[in-house]
């Protein structure tokens, strides 16, 4: 059975050889253009400056070199999905010879899909386009995009190219886009107009540095929550211990501790342990160095706050254990200290907030604090406006504790001289059975 | 000078006991300072006896009930308690006073702890009861001094009577014994009194050996086994309520009980 007759056969294997051939001896793609780059502006306002972010508007160039030989008609180009247009967007095409502008007439067609551009005359070889479309969003979701490239030859031969170089995507946080919305509306910018007020509450700035200063406040605390429960209570409890000891030489220790711990600058002592201890070859990570530097300090603090709450319990509660049998060391753990522990959550809650607000003496040695996120976005932005929300972080923290341990301070001193502590559900019938008393 | 009742009684609980002094002070001084407080006092006081101590402020009768568990350190002389020296050296003054239970005049309950806890805490840590032995402890002595039903009430929530008797539980808890009452209803309001004397009537009648440092003429007279006087830093009279009452020997007890009365 013959399918093919002989003189086709020829020309089918004549052809095939040609196939060959030319793809041997011809590089893989004939292609008549030559993407040389595709970006998009970044478009953050905050201080990530060279970030290109989702879902906000920028411009997307892309720019191509027609090839030796060829000529291009037409371009297509294919946005990724998710891509959307903002009010204003526009094309604005460009045909450049060396750093010539030169004038060819085009028509273009733009929308979220793609853009075409159709040129009325056939731009040569050598020549650079450079497609520029402006107010375009890409998706808001972090990633890398291309643009896809079909282009049409003064033949009417249409051609797709491959993907073009990625635009690396950042998404959008909430922040972002509302200091993006913020910065555009007339209000705000007629009260950045105001200098006193752009300079120090610039609202695009209090939306912008609120979550990162956020994590600034979020380490600022852990580096009192540690370093105070951890470190300053324990050892401020043992100083107090040998402050009061019965042994001269532990006293003496522990004043001089003390002393000099609360008679030293913090600031100092920062510099001493961050630049002093790497000397001796001692390299502790810089968080566990600020715990440590924070909860010593203050422990030589909360050892006189402990002592002298520990010296206004009435020698009758030391008197009455002793005439129980109960040791010394009985004698502080369940019924002294837990007396003190009263008594001195007032001045320890001071002494705890004066540690959290000294946090930000640890700028000064590199530690990346609260106070360290507000001098870098500042740095960058030249605002101050992040140095108030930094205040404000703070504020959080210290005006509730204020008020804390101002109500601990009233409820103990409307107890009968201090020795009365009532869990809060007792209050009222303790209240109400003292009247009865009275009474009766 | 033991009452034949009381040493009946003691002879129940202790079988065997001897009729050996349970606290024996021998010449005890003591100084604060340039001032001497105690100036050569000698008492001894027998199991299941009731001494009431009397004398003017200033006469020195607390400083030597402080004595006894040490709370003050005697400058010289001798105290034994049952078979111990307490003014040898290394003696184990924690264990001594496990053994001597106290109640002050400020009553010194632990304000933070309910009255059954303040009365379960020595016994935990002291006597390693455990926690349930104790609690059942201490709602008994608690139950014994009236206060059944305050059980769980915090020391600022009761009166003064009410904590002096939890005080009085508390010590009575670790199984003293020798009671030691420093003035023990002298912080309290007149009609709250009456309470802890009675609480305290009732101990002298179950046969606990007491020491009691007070004012309450009527409470010497009624449940003393022996009263004695001191003045000016030793005792200057001691003997029956009637005799010590009724026909003082010295001037000093005379003028001293002509004032009170």
Not at chain 1, 145 to 168: C, M, R, V
Not at chain 2, 133 to 142: K, S, T, Y
Not at chain 2, 226 to 245: D, H, L
Request: glycine share 6%; proline share 4%; with cysteine.
């Amino acid at each position: 059975m013959r399918l093919f007759s002989k003189p086709l056969f020829k020309f089918f294997l004549f052809a095939l050889v040609l196939a060959t051939l030319s793809a041997l001896l011809s590089p893989p793609q004939a292609d008549a253009l030559t993407v040389s780059s595709t970006t998009a502006q970044p478009n953050s306002t905050s201080s990530n400056s060279s970030a290109v972010i989702g879902g906000t508007p920028t411009r997307i160039t892309w720019e191509g070199t027609v090839d030796k030989g060829e000529q291009v008609k037409s371009l297509d180009l294919v946005f990724p999905a998710g891509c959307s247009l903002a009010d204003g967007a526009d094309v604005k095409v460009t045909v450049l010879h060396g750093l010539d502008r030169m004038a060819y007439l085009e028509q273009d067609q733009l929308d979220a899909q793609h853009v075409s551009v159709d040129f009325a005359k056939a731009v040569p070889s050598g020549m650079l386009i450079r497609v520029e479309v402006h107010e375009i969003s890409l998706p808001n979701v972090a990633g890398d995009y291309q643009l896809e490239t079909n282009y049409t030859d003064a033949n009417g031969k249409s051609a797709a190219l491959g993907p073009t170089q990625n635009i690396t995507v950042q998404t959008v946080s909430w922040s972002d886009q509302l200091s993006d919305w913020l910065s555009q509306q007339g209000w705000v910018q007629a009260w950045n107009s105001v200098l006193f007020l752009n300079i120090f509450f610039n609202p695009v700035q209090i939306v912008a540095s609120l979550p990162q200063l956020f994590f600034g406040w979020l380490r600022s605390l852990g580096i009192v929550l540690i370093g105070f429960p951890i470190i300053a209570i324990p050892i401020g409890l043992l100083v107090s211990f040998l402050r009061m000891s019965k042994l001269k030489v532990l006293r003496f220790i522990s004043s001089i501790y003390v002393n000099l711990i609360r008679g030293t600058p913090l600031f100092l002592q920062i510099y001493i342990f961050f630049f002093g201890l790497p000397y001796l070859g001692i390299n502790i990570p810089n968080y566990v160095l600020s715990f440590l530097v924070m909860g010593l300090n203050s422990s030589a603090y909360l050892a006189e706050i402990f002592r002298g709450g520990i010296e206004s319990i009435n020698k009758g509660q030391f008197e009455a254990a002793a005439s129980l049998g109960m040791s010394r060391m009985q004698t502080m753990f369940r019924v002294i200290i837990p007396q003190t522990v009263r008594r001195v959550i007032p001045t320890a809650t001071s002494e705890f907030i004066l540690l959290y607000k000294d946090t930000s003496l640890l700028a000064a040695v590199g530690v990346m604090e609260q106070m360290m996120f507000a001098k870098n976005i500042v740095a960058s932005t030249g605002n101050m406006t992040p140095y108030i929300v930094s205040a404000l972080y703070y504020l959080v923290v210290t005006l509730p504790l204020t008020r804390f341990s101002r109500n601990m301070e009233k409820r103990l001193a409307d107890g009968e001289g201090g020795n009365e502590a009532k869990e809060k559900k007792h209050r009222l019938r303790a209240l109400f059975t003292r009247k009865q008393e009275v009474a009766a | 000078m033991t009452s034949a009742k009381a040493t009946e009684q003691i002879q129940q609980r202790t079988p065997g006991a001897t009729a050996k002094p349970v606290v024996r002070i021998i010449d005890l001084h003591k100084s604060f300072g340039k001032l001497e407080v105690l100036k050569g006092v000698n008492i001894e006081v027998d199991r299941g006896e009731v001494v009431v101590v009397l004398g003017p402020s200033g006469s020195g009768k607390s400083t030597m009930l402080r004595c006894i568990n040490l709370l003050e350190k005697p400058t010289s002389g001798q105290i034994w308690f049952e078979d111990t020296c307490l003014t040898a050296p290394k003696v184990d003054v924690n264990k001594v006073r496990e053994h001597i239970g106290m109640v002050f005049q400020q009553f010194n309950l632990f304000p933070h702890l309910s009255a059954k806890k303040n009365v379960m805490l020595a016994q935990t840590q002291v006597l390693k009861r455990s926690k349930a032995d104790a609690e059942r402890i201490a709602v008994e002595q608690l139950t014994r001094v009236g206060l059944a039903e305050r059980v769980d009430y915090k020391p600022s929530q009761l009166s003064g009577g009410q904590q002096q008797r939890v005080a009085i539980a508390r010590a009575l808890a670790m199984d003293p014994h020798v009671m030691l009452f420093d003035e023990a209803t002298s912080a309290l309001d007149p009609e709250l009194v009456r309470d802890v004397l009675d609480v305290m009537k009732d101990l002298a009648r179950q046969g606990t050996t007491m020491i009691v440092v007070t004012h309450e003429m009527g409470f010497a007279r009624d449940v003393a086994d022996r009263v004695i006087f001191m003045e000016g830093g030793v005792v200057v009279e001691e003997g029956t309520p009637e005799a010590v009452f009724d026909h003082p020997q010295h001037q000093r007890t005379k003028e001293f009980l002509g004032h009170i009365s």
